[in-house]
């Protein structure tokens, strides 16, 4: 279960703001299975809003948002690896005092990662994420160039 608390400054008289002013609960489930060097692993979920009702001065709901995520990681040897990801998001329109806008999501992304050791407990990681299909909102391409250091 994932929970987003309304934390941040809220001002009811701006339409951007840091605080969200409500609740969300996400619950999930998935199953994994590891398939000798291959893993592989898919989970879904549905967020929960609660009602914010100082939204510019009007009551806002929003619907519910549903996510479906697929993740897949090939194993070698060295303990270097790589991997594939999708995940798709629908829903989440908002109402406001009863109007309903044009804000439903139907996203899809999808990505690549690849990860080597350098040193016993340390690793290099690339990934790459598109979105693949966007009705609403921003498209966007992501290079990331991470190292890691595990302490365990």
């Known amino acids: 279960m994932v929970t987003s608390i309304p934390t941040g400054?809220?001002?009811?008289?701006?339409?951007?703001n840091i605080g969200t002013n409500r609740w969300g609960f996400k619950p999930e489930i998935g199953v994994s299975k590891r398939f000798?060097?291959?893993?592989?692993?898919?989970y879904g979920g549905i967020w929960f809003y609660t009602n914010n009702n100082d939204f510019l001065g009007k009551k806002m709901v929003?619907?519910?948002?549903?996510?479906?995520?697929?993740?897949?990681?090939?194993?070698?040897?060295?303990?270097?690896w790589v991997g594939f990801n999708t995940n798709w998001f629908f829903g989440g329109k908002?109402?406001?005092?009863?109007?309903?806008?044009d804000s439903q999501i139907d996203n899809w992304r999808?990505?690549?990662?690849f990860s080597t050791p350098v040193t016993k407990g340390q690793s290099l990681r690339l990934q790459y994420?598109?979105?693949?299909?966007?009705?609403?909102?921003?498209?966007?391409?992501?290079?990331?160039?991470?190292?890691?250091?595990?302490f365990f």
């Open 9 to 16: 400054k809220y001002y009811e008289d701006k339409q951007v």
């Open 36 to 42: 000798s060097r291959f893993y592989a692993e898919a």
């Open 62 to 80: 929003q619907k519910s948002t549903y996510s479906f995520q697929i993740h897949g990681n090939y194993y070698f040897k060295n303990s270097m």
């Open 94 to 101: 908002t109402i406001i005092d009863g109007v309903s806008d």
């Open 110 to 113: 999808v990505g690549g990662i």
């Open 129 to 150: 994420h598109i979105g693949a299909y966007t009705n609403n909102g921003l498209n966007y391409y992501a290079l990331t160039a991470a190292y890691q250091y595990s």
